[in-house]
């Protein structure tokens, strides 16, 4: 029974690579070179000869030079045959900055109140009487919520200033 477990175990492991690795098979692709067909918004079914090569943008459905790389970032661009590193907040002030950053926070916050909530409820079913635990669970639920207040109301408290003071 050890052996046929074994055997089955190295089966899967080996299903588990051989498909994995499906993904990462050379094939002999080409793509549109410049003044070439193309397809401007190519579906998960277009074949590859009909999109452009690195470098080059499909423009009115023929393959063309990009004149500059635009970025995630609106209002943007990297010029074209430059290696350009992207701004991840896209910020460009220091405002930009803060309320990147807040808004950052606020959404953690978001995210792990539910999840201290639970770890509260958790504790507090399998306190089993103890008043120790009971009292923890009461305390992660009463800083989880005001935590979340202080977040709220930090978020709502920009808001409300930058109305009044006419900023946008």
Do not use: H
């Not at 692709?29 to 918004?41: D, P």
Request: hydrophobic fraction near 50%.
């Amino acid at each position: 029974m050890k052996k046929l477990s074994y055997i089955l175990l190295i089966i899967f492991f080996a299903g588990v690579i051989f498909f994995s690795f499906e993904d990462f098979a050379i094939a002999d692709v080409s793509c549109a070179g410049e003044g070439q067909s193309c397809i401007t918004s190519p579906g998960y079914d277009a074949p590859e000869w009909l999109i452009c090569c690195p470098g080059l943008t499909c423009k009115s459905d023929i393959c063309q030079k990009a004149s500059a790389i635009t970025t995630k970032c609106p209002g943007t661009t990297c010029p074209a045959g430059q290696i350009c590193i992207e701004n991840p907040l896209c910020a460009e002030s220091f405002e930009d900055l803060l309320n990147a950053i807040v808004n950052f926070i606020f959404w953690v916050a978001l995210a792990i109140a539910p999840i201290m909530i639970m770890i509260a409820a958790f504790f507090l079913l399998t306190a089993a009487g103890n008043p120790q635990r009971v009292d923890k669970a009461k305390q992660i639920i009463l800083w989880t919520v005001i935590g979340l207040a202080i977040i709220l109301l930090a978020k709502g408290l920009i808001s409300v200033l930058r109305q009044i003071i006419g900023v946008k």
